[in-house]
C-alpha cells in the first residue's frame, strides 16, 4: 500500500503525499525488519533449547566401598555394633579420634582395633563380663563367683572360682556348680 501510495504520489507531483508515502515505507520496512529480527531470536532459542535438551548428562554410579577384612571380623565379634546406639555411637566416635590422631591407615591395625575393644570394655564392663580375653592381662581384677559347696552340711564352705577356672568350666560345657562339686571330690 504505502508503494502504490508513493507512486500516485509521485506521478501526480504532489510533494506533500509523497514526503507521507515516504514514511508508511520506511515504517512498513522496519516493522518487517523488526519482525524478521523477532523470528531469528525464537529460532534461536529454540534450536539452544533443543541443543540443551540433547546434552547428555552423565550419571554417577554408586559404589558399594570395600570392606576391610578385619573390620568385617571385628563387627562380627561384636554384636552390639549398630544394634546398641550407646555403644555404637561411642566406637563410632573413637574410630573418628583415632583416624584424625593417626590418619586412615591406622584404621586398617591390629592397634587400632585393639584400642576399640579396650575403650568399649572400660566404658561398658556390664556387657563384657562373660568375655575372657587371655590374650592381654587386664589392669582390674575380676571378682570371684561365689558357688555353695556341693553337699549340704552345717558348716559353711564356699568355693570362690576365679577367672580361669570359670572359663574352663565353660570350656568343658558345665555350670560353675558343677565345676565347683568336682573340684570339692578332688580336693577331699
Known sequence: MAKREYREAYE????????????????????????????????????????????KIPQQTYQEPTRDAKATAWQERNSWFGQDDEMTSLALGLHEKLVKENG????????????????????????????????????????????APASRSTSSKKI????????????????????ARELLKMES
Do not use: C, H, W
Open 104 to 147: 586412615m591407615a591406622y584404621a586398617t591395625t591390629d592397634e587400632y582395633y585393639r584400642r576399640i575393644d579396650d575403650t568399649m570394655r572400660k566404658r561398658f564392663p556390664e556387657n563384657f563380663q562373660d568375655v575372657v580375653d587371655d590374650t592381654k592381662p587386664t589392669d582390674r581384677v575380676k571378682p570371684s563367683t561365689v558357688v
Open 12 to 55: 501526480a507531483g504532489d510533494s506533500e503525499k509523497l514526503v507521507d508515502a515516504q514514511e508508511k515505507m520506511t515504517s512498513a520496512k522496519m516493522k518487517v525488519e523488526k519482525a524478521s529480527n523477532y523470528a531469528e531470536n525464537i529460532n534461536q532459542r529454540t534450536s539452544l533449547q533443543e541443543r540443551e535438551n540433547e546434552v
Open 160 to 179: 570362690r572360682l576365679n577367672t580361669s577356672q570359670l572359663s574352663i568350666a565353660k570350656k568343658l560345657g558345665l555350670t560353675p556348680e558343677q565345676y
